[in-house]
């Protein structure tokens, strides 16, 4: 299909307005104009079935296409908002005998000079255009950043994800966080800058795995604070609960005055503790106005890894973040790479698996799950004209399902994804997209990274 940035809708339904309902829809110039419910005898004649249309059709005599969903869902894009791009489909190369999270950053951390800019750039794109295709428009993704090589290593990893975000930039916006090293403090933290200076979204890191966590912290304030950017940190991604990285990352915001510019991701320490401790740190967090990140799938993957039974699970407290109003969304983190065999960039099969861990299953539960796939990923993102709101970007996705709990349940396969100005996507094979370019990307990525086995690169 070609662009269709003029587009009217009908018979839609809007779970995160009133599922309920049905609603009429408008679209000029790739932005929402109108979203209203639809009266029950505004049936239009010359309606085109949604399933049929393409774009060489034209609807009635003013050109503009009026599509009957039927009564299929429609959400705005999905928001990513912690994925690991850059070592997407490394897991052919550079495996995890253990499954635990410290042999993962071993051997990657190994592998990373053996990785040239083209292979990085080529695992970017196919995972973005994989992400694209399930309905997600917008990703926030975070950066190896090997300083422990070299210079150029580490650089090389950023270069190749400013080309793929300016390649991709036409169908769907990657934002980009370079991770700062652990334990960085006596390499070559002019790198860092040069990484800032290089066009950058934001700066992240994982403080709790360094032997100077507040130290480091410090630091990533300081750069953020130069260069006016956010953060997004990984934050006590272990079982031990005693780790409370967050607790500083806290304080620090606060004493800084960037309140509403810092994310937290992964929390699992925060499951390992009691309630009550758990209750006082997440307090610290609202205080402090951070944002939060989940990664269900990969959590439960990693670890528990050095417990006999009972067994941890490391998903942090989901709900009780929610519910002290703290923003926190659900993420996808890593795709077929050592820290996570698995995963495909579908946020709906995110969001279900987020229900699972954290006990998520009534009706109220799933329409919150739904916005921890966008609305309070967008949040996190600082995303402006986001949303189901008049004269915000019309960026969506269609699901060929009828009700929230019918799309939990099924995951259809089949989707329409719409993004900037035109459906990039409509149910067909994955290979095949609506744009040229688009499968050109798609083809060469695909062609680029493979699941074939090589020799792994040892630790």
């Known amino acids: ?34 979203i209203r419910k639809q009266e029950a005898d505004a049936a239009d004649p010359e309606v085109i079935d949604l399933e049929a249309w393409k774009s060489e059709q034209r609807g009635p005599t003013d050109g503009i296409p009026t599509l009957d969903l039927q009564g299929k869902i429609l959400l705005p894009g999905y928001v990513d908002a912690h994925m690991h791009l850059d070592k997407s489909f490394s897991l052919t190369t550079v495996e995890n005998i253990s499954g635990t999270l ?21 695992r970017m794109m196919r995972s973005a255009l994989q992400a694209l295709s399930f309905g997600t428009t917008h990703i926030r993704t975070h950066l190896d950043f090997n300083l422990k090589y070299s210079r150029d290593i580490a650089l090389r990893t950023i270069e190749a994800a400013l080309e793929a975000r300016e390649a991709l930039a036409p169908y769907i916006t990657l934002q980009l966080f370079p991770m700062c090293p652990f334990n960085f403090m ?32 410090d630091f990533i304030f300081k750069m953020a604070e130069k260069y006016d950017v956010p953060i997004d940190l990984h934050c006590d991604e272990t079982d031990n609960p005693q780790m409370r990285t967050v607790a500083y990352v806290a304080k620090r915001t606060q004493e800084e005055g960037y309140q509403g510019r810092v994310a937290v991701d992964h929390l699992c320490a925060l499951a390992s503790m009691t309630d009550e401790d758990a209750g006082g740190i997440i307090d ?55 820290f996570h065999p698995f995963g495909r960039g579908d946020l709906l099969q995110i969001a279900l698996i987020g229900s699972y861990a954290a006990h998520m299953g009534r009706p109220a539960d799933l329409r919150t799950l739904l916005r921890m796939i966008t609305e309070a990923p967008a949040n996190v993102l600082g995303l402006t004209s986001y949303g189901l709101t008049e004269g915000n970007a019309a960026n969506f996705v269609i699901l060929d399902g009828r009700s929230t709990e019918e799309i939990f349940t099924l995951l259809p396969e089949r989707r329409w994804v719409y993004c900037q100005g035109r459906f990039v996507r409509s149910p067909g094979s994955k290979a095949e997209w609506n744009n040229t370019t688009l499968a050109q990307f798609w083809q060469g990525a695909t062609q680029a990274v493979s699941f074939q086995k090589h020799e792994f690169a040892k630790g």
């Not at 410290?102 to 080529?122: D, G, H, Q, R, V």
């Open 102 to 122: 410290e042999e993962a950053i071993l051997n990657y951390s190994a592998a990373a000079p053996t990785f040239s800019k083209e292979e990085i750039k080529a």
């Open 1 to 34: 299909m070609a662009s269709n940035n003029h587009i009217d809708l009908c018979n839609v339904r809007l779970p995160l307005l009133d599922e309920r309902e049905l609603y009429r829809l408008s679209i000029r110039d790739g932005n929402w104009t109108h």
């Open 186 to 217: 006596s390499l070559d933290n002019e790198a860092i800058e040069e990484a800032l200076r290089m066009g950058v979204d934001g700066i992240g890191g994982a403080p709790h795995l360094s032997q100077t966590p507040e130290e480091d912290i």
């Open 284 to 338: 610290q967090m609202a205080e402090a106005k951070l944002k939060a990140v989940s990664l269900p799938a990969v959590n439960l993957y990693l670890q528990g890894r050095h417990d006999t039974f009972p067994v941890r699970r490391g998903v942090t407290r989901l709900k009780q973040i929610h519910e002290r109003g703290i923003p926190i969304a659900v993420a996808s983190d890593n795709i077929h790479d050592p």
